[in-house]
């Protein structure tokens, strides 16, 4: 207890104090907790870019399988490099959609997170004033259900991880009757519109509570002003688990 107050007077003073990692309140805790409860084995991890989101979860103790998607090619280069020496965690060079075939992928100026199968919307600028397309280029798309016989995976204990920059609600169209068994969904959920036709966060909550998934949490990921989201990391957990 001494300890716990000692910490409180630090925080007051320094304007820091230490913290349980990850926090109990964040989104990695969040998605510990998933990952237990639901006993997860595999998690795709579909909109790579470069691997950092499967990187974290390596760094947060989980062992199990990871399966990574990235179209772009430099990113996936990054994400092959990062994948080679992990024997769980297998990488492809594709996106997932409602389709299988082909699509316009946008490339933007910056670090290649915000690269998209969709345009910029009215809102880009909020996330980013210097945003600007410089290329397009033909990728391969794919629907999960039709990929997921070469995946060896088991859908009661795969979680989905989606991050595809306002395609996430495709993703989940082409899973399927995947969405039955699959426990656990984390994806993006804008509040303003980054990307043009992308679904917002409420569009999001409403498709999944239709598909049988409850929003049980949401993480800020950007703002601006200082204080208005731009979007959220959404945690959805099936109600049928």
Same mark, same amino acid.
């Given at each position: 207890? $001494?300890?716990?107050?000692?910490?409180?007077?630090?925080?007051?003073?320094?304007?820091?104090?230490?913290?349980?990692?990850?926090?109990? #309140?964040?989104?990695?805790?969040?998605?510990?907790?998933?990952?237990?409860?639901?006993?997860? +084995?595999?998690?795709?991890?579909?909109?790579?870019?470069?691997?950092?989101?499967?990187?974290?979860?390596?760094?947060?103790?989980?062992?199990?399988?990871?399966?990574?998607?990235?179209?772009?090619?430099?990113?996936?280069?990054?994400?092959?490099?990062?994948?080679?020496?992990?024997?769980? $965690? #297998?990488?492809?060079?594709?996106?997932?959609?409602?389709?299988?075939?082909?699509?316009?992928?946008?490339?933007?100026?910056?670090?290649?997170?915000?690269?998209?199968?969709?345009?910029?919307?009215?809102?880009?600028?909020?996330?980013?004033?210097?945003?600007?397309?410089?290329?397009?280029?033909?990728? +391969?798309?794919?629907?999960? #259900?039709?990929? $997921?016989?070469?995946?060896?995976?088991?859908?009661?204990?795969?979680?989905?991880?989606?991050?595809?920059?306002?395609? #996430?609600? +495709?993703?989940?169209?082409?899973?399927?009757?995947?969405?039955?068994?699959?426990?656990?969904?984390?994806?993006?959920?804008?509040?303003?519109?980054?990307?043009?036709?992308?679904?917002?966060?409420?569009?999001?909550?409403?498709?999944?509570?239709?598909?049988?998934?409850?929003?049980?949490?949401?993480?800020?990921?950007?703002?601006?002003?200082?204080?208005?989201?731009?979007?959220?990391?959404?945690?959805?957990?099936?109600?049928?688990?």
């Amino acid at each position: 207890m $001494w300890i716990k107050r000692l910490n409180l007077a630090a925080g007051r003073r320094f304007g820091m104090a230490i913290e349980q990692f990850p926090r109990r #309140d964040s989104l990695d805790a969040e998605l510990n907790r998933v990952i237990n409860h639901f006993g997860v +084995e595999t998690i795709l991890d579909i909109g790579a870019h470069a691997g950092g989101f499967a990187e974290k979860r390596r760094l947060l103790g989980y062992a199990a399988g990871i399966i990574s998607f990235e179209p772009y090619a430099p990113s996936f280069a990054k994400l092959r490099v990062a994948a080679a020496a992990d024997p769980r $965690w #297998d990488v492809h060079q594709i996106a997932l959609g409602s389709s299988d075939g082909s699509a316009d992928f946008h490339i933007f100026n910056g670090d290649n997170q915000l690269t998209s199968m969709r345009v910029l919307g009215s809102h880009a600028a909020l996330f980013d004033s210097t945003i600007t397309e410089l290329n397009k280029i033909e990728i +391969e798309v794919r629907r999960l #259900d039709t990929l $997921w016989p070469s995946l060896e995976a088991n859908p009661t204990t795969t979680m989905l991880k989606i991050d595809t920059q306002g395609y #996430d609600l +495709e993703v989940i169209e082409g899973a399927g009757s995947l969405m039955v068994d699959i426990p656990c969904v984390l994806m993006e959920c804008p509040v303003q519109a980054i990307y043009s036709g992308a679904p917002l966060f409420e569009d999001i909550a409403a498709t999944m509570r239709s598909l049988g998934f409850e929003l049980t949490g949401a993480f800020p990921i950007h703002r601006y002003e200082g204080i208005r989201v731009i979007e959220f990391d959404c945690t959805f957990l099936n109600l049928r688990r």
